[in-house]
C-alpha cells in the first residue's frame, strides 16, 4: 500500500455539503468528496474540510476511517483502499451524507458505512460507522484527521495549534485548539467511551517520535498506535476502537465546537449522550420545517423536483452566519471558493426569493448593505470605490480581492429591486435604499466621458476592459434604481439614472459585438489591457448571454444574440459530447490550466435561456431542466462550476451559482417566463 501523507496532494470537488438550517448548528459546515481517480488508485469517499463558526475556515479535514484486521495483518483506508464508494444524501431536502466504501481484500472483503449529521441545537456533528465485512477476523478501526486551524494563506502564520488527551466524566476525548477556536473528539460503543490508542502528530512527518498519526496507522501497519498525549505544531490526530473478533461494528464518533476547551467538550459528550437516532430526527425535522417555508419542486417530474430541492438546501447550507453566501465549499489547487463574492450572492439571491426563501433573500440583502464601501477608499488604480463592493470577502466581512467588477456594484442594486418587487415591502425599500443610492451614484460617476463605463474587470477576473456583462450588470442596475428612486420619491435622480442607463445602452454594441474567428459575437471586453490567447475583445463569451436575461439590456430576438448563439455550436465553445457551453474558446481556467473539452452548466443555462426567450429554441429551458443538467451532478446530486467533454463532472463541484441558475431555469420553465428580468428601458 501507498506511503504518503494524510493531507490531499490533488484538488477535492466536494461531492456533498451539509449543514443544519437553523441555531447552533448552522455554524457547522461539512463536506464530503467522492474519488474515482484509478491513477493514484483512489476510489474511496471521505469526509473532509469541516468549518465551525466561521465557514472559510476549516477546523479539520480529511477524516479518514482505517480498517486494521490482526488476522492478515493489513490496514485499509476508506479513501486510498476502497474499490469503490458512493455518497449521497437522505433526500433532497435532508442533507444527511451517507459515505460508503466497499473493500475486496483477503479477509476484509466488506462495506464501512458512514452517516453525518449536524446537531441543531448543539454546534458539532455526530458520526455513526457501520463495518461489516464477509469474514471474522480480529479488527481494530481507526479515525484520523488532520486539523486545519493553522496554516491557511489567510491566518497568522504565527498562529499556535496545541492538541492534547483528556478525560472528562469517563470519556477519553482530543481538544484541540488555536486559541480562540475549541475542537473537542470523542468516541463511543457500547458504553465505552475510551479510546484504544491515541496519536497527536505532525502532518507530513514520516519517521521519528514527531510522525504523524498517519505514518503511525496506515503507514506503519501494525495495529498498534504509540500514544502521545500533546502537541504543538501543524497536527493530525488518530484514535482507535477494538472491536475484538468479529465480522460487524457499529460505533459512535463526535466533534463538538466552542469559544473555549468547556463549551467543545460539553457539546461532543452531549452528542454522544443523545446518539446518533435522535441527531437525525431533530435534524431531518428542522430541514423539513424550513422547507415548508419556500417552494417545492413545482413541476411533475421527481427527478427535476429533487434537483430544484437539493439546489435550494444547497445554498441554505452555504448561508453563513454573516447572512453571506459562500460561492463553494471547496478548495481547488491552493485557494479556496469559500468567499463570498457579490456578484455570486445576486443570482443567488435571485434564486433564492423565486423560490420563495424571503427569510434568506432578505438576509443575502442586509449583507450586502453590511459590507458595501462607505469611506473614502481609493484602489490600488487610484479609483475613489464609494459605494462600491469589493471583488470577493471573507465571511468576516474582511476584503479579500479587491478589483472593480460593474457586476458586483450594478447587481446589488438590481437584487434590492427585485426582493422588494417579490415581497412588496416598503420597509424593505427603504431600509436598503442609501446603499443602493450610493452604488448608483457611484456608477453616475464612471462614465467614460464617451458615452459608456470606463474600463472594469471582466466577470471571469482575468481581463481589465469595457467588460460586455460588467457593463450591461450596470445598465441594469441604473435601471432598477430608477424604479426605486421613484418609489422613494426621489423623482429627479431617477431620470438621471435612467438617462445614463440609455446612453450606455445606446452604445453597447459598439464596444461589445465584434468579429471573432467564430463570427460576429459578443465577446468577453472591448479594448482589454490583459493579454489572453484569444484576445478578450476577439473571442465569444458566454457570460455575453447575461445581457439578455437577467439584465434585460439586448433584445432575446436580436440579431446580435443570434450571431453569438451560432458562434455557441463551434466545437471550440462548447463540449464535445454533451450539451454543455463553456465561458469562452480557448479557455485555460482547467485543473490542468491548460484547453480542455468541457463546459460550465452555468454559462449553458444563461445561452439556453437566450435560445428560449428568442423563440430560436423553445424547448431549450425544458431540455436543461428534464434533461441535460442530470448527466451533470456528482454522486450526491449537486452541480459542479465544470464539466468535462462527455458532462461528467470535470470541477469544483456544489457551485452555488450553478444550483441557483439550475434553480431558476425551473422557475421560468414552470412560470412561462423569464423570472427577475431587470428593468427594460422605458419609463412606464
Not at 447550507?317 to 481547488?332: E, H, L, N, S
Not at 462614465?447 to 467588460?467: A, L, R, T
Request: proline residues 4%; negative net charge; aromatic residues 10%.
Amino acid at each position: 500500500m501507498p506511503v504518503e501523507s494524510n493531507a490531499p496532494s490533488v484538488p477535492s470537488d466536494k461531492d456533498a455539503i451539509l449543514s443544519a438550517p437553523r441555531e447552533e448548528g448552522a455554524n457547522v459546515l461539512l463536506t464530503a468528496n467522492r474519488y474515482d481517480n484509478p491513477d493514484r488508485g483512489r476510489h474511496g469517499a471521505i469526509i473532509e474540510e469541516t468549518s465551525a463558526f466561521r465557514s472559510d475556515i476549516e477546523l479539520f479535514y480529511d477524516l479518514h476511517a482505517l480498517a486494521w484486521n490482526a488476522d492478515e495483518g493489513h490496514t485499509l483506508d476508506a479513501r486510498d483502499d476502497a474499490i469503490e464508494s458512493d455518497v449521497s444524501y437522505a433526500s433532497s431536502k435532508v442533507p444527511e451524507i451517507t459515505l460508503e466504501n466497499r473493500f475486496d481484500e483477503e479477509g476484509s472483503t466488506g462495506t464501512l458505512t458512514q452517516r453525518v449529521v449536524a446537531s441543531v441545537d448543539t454546534c458539532g456533528l455526530l458520526i455513526e460507522i457501520d463495518a461489516e465485512f464477509e469474514t471474522v477476523a480480529e479488527r481494530t478501526f481507526y479515525t484520523v484527521a488532520d486539523l486545519g486551524i493553522h496554516g491557511h494563506d489567510h491566518e497568522d502564520p504565527n498562529a499556535v495549534q496545541e492538541a492534547f488527551v483528556m478525560e472528562r466524566d469517563g470519556a477519553e476525548l482530543v481538544v484541540a485548539t488555536d486559541g480562540d477556536r475549541w475542537l473537542a473528539l470523542a468516541q463511543g460503543r457500547d458504553g465505552d467511551r475510551g479510546f484504544d490508542g491515541r496519536r497527536i502528530g505532525h502532518t507530513g512527518v514520516t519517521e521519528g517520535p514527531d510522525r504523524s498519526a498517519w505514518a503511525d496507522i496506515y503507514s506503519g501497519n501494525d495495529g498498534f498506535v504509540d500514544d502521545t498525549e500533546r502537541g504543538v505544531g501543524n497536527l493530525d490526530v488518530g484514535v482507535g476502537q477494538y472491536v475484538g473478533e468479529t465480522d460487524a461494528a457499529s460505533w459512535l464518533t463526535a466533534v463538538g465546537f466552542g469559544y473555549g476547551e468547556d463549551a467543545a467538550v460539553e457539546h461532543a459528550l452531549r452528542l454522544l449522550d443523545r446518539g446518533y437516532e435522535s441527531e437525525r430526527e431533530s435534524f431531518a425535522t428542522a430541514w423539513e420545517e424550513w422547507h415548508e417555508t419556500v417552494s417545492d419542486g413545482p413541476t411533475d417530474d421527481p427527478a427535476v423536483n429533487e434537483l430544484y430541492e437539493r439546489s435550494l438546501t444547497a445554498m441554505k447550507c452555504a448561508q453563513d452566519g454573516c447572512c453571506g453566501v459562500i460561492a463553494g465549499a471547496f478548495k481547488p489547487s491552493d485557494m479556496t471558493y469559500k468567499f463570498i463574492w457579490p456578484r455570486d450572492q445576486v443570482i443567488i439571491t435571485q434564486a433564492l426569493i423565486a423560490a420563495g426563501a424571503e427569510h434568506e433573500a432578505r438576509l443575502a440583502l442586509r449583507w450586502f448593505d453590511e459590507n458595501q464601501i462607505t469611506g473614502d477608499v481609493v484602489d490600488d488604480r487610484g479609483i475613489d470605490r464609494h459605494g462600491t463592493w469589493w471583488q470577493n470577502y471573507y465571511v468576516t466581512g474582511e476584503a479579500h480581492w479587491r478589483a472593480l467588477q460593474l457586476d458586483q456594484i450594478g447587481g446589488p442594486i438590481y437584487a434590492h429591486w427585485l426582493v422588494w418587487q417579490e415581497t412588496g415591502d416598503d420597509d424593505l425599500l427603504d431600509a436598503h435604499y442609501e446603499m443602493s443610492r450610493r452604488a448608483a451614484e457611484f456608477l453616475l460617476s464612471y462614465d467614460n466621458g464617451y458615452g459608456f463605463p470606463k474600463k472594469h474587470q471582466d466577470p471571469w477576473e482575468e481581463i481589465w476592459g469595457h467588460s460586455t456583462e460588467g457593463t450591461a450588470a450596470a445598465i441594469a442596475g441604473l435601471r432598477s434604481m430608477g424604479e426605486l428612486a421613484d418609489a422613494h420619491g426621489d423623482e429627479g435622480f431617477a431620470e438621471e439614472c435612467r438617462e445614463r442607463a440609455a446612453v450606455w445602452a445606446n452604445n453597447f454594441e459598439k464596444y461589445c459585438f465584434k468579429s471573432t474567428p467564430y463570427g460576429d459575437a459578443f465577446v468577453t471586453a472591448d479594448s482589454p489591457e490583459t493579454p489572453s490567447d484569444p484576445s478578450a475583445d476577439a473571442r465569444p463569451d458566454a457570460a455575453a448571454f447575461m445581457t439578455v436575461w437577467p439584465w434585460n439590456v439586448v433584445d432575446s430576438d436580436s440579431d446580435s444574440v443570434a450571431a453569438t448563439l451560432a458562434a455557441a455550436d463551434d466545437e471550440a465553445w462548447v463540449a464535445g459530447d454533451s450539451p454543455c457551453l463553456g465561458r469562452y474558446p480557448g479557455d485555460r481556467y482547467t485543473p490542468t490550466g491548460t484547453v480542455e473539452d468541457g463546459g460550465w452548466p452555468l454559462c449553458e443555462a444563461y445561452a439556453d435561456a437566450a435560445r428560449w426567450l428568442g423563440g430560436r429554441d423553445p424547448d431549450a429551458v425544458a431540455d436543461h431542466v428534464f434533461e441535460d443538467a442530470h448527466e451533470w451532478t456528482t454522486t450526491a446530486g449537486l452541480l459542479p462550476e465544470r464539466v468535462d467533454g462527455t458532462g461528467q463532472v470535470r470541477w469544483n463541484s456544489n457551485l452555488q451559482w450553478s444550483q441557483a441558475t439550475y434553480l431558476l431555469l425551473v422557475e421560468n420553465h414552470v412560470r412561462n417566463k423569464a423570472f427577475g428580468l431587470a428593468p427594460d428601458g422605458g419609463t412606464d
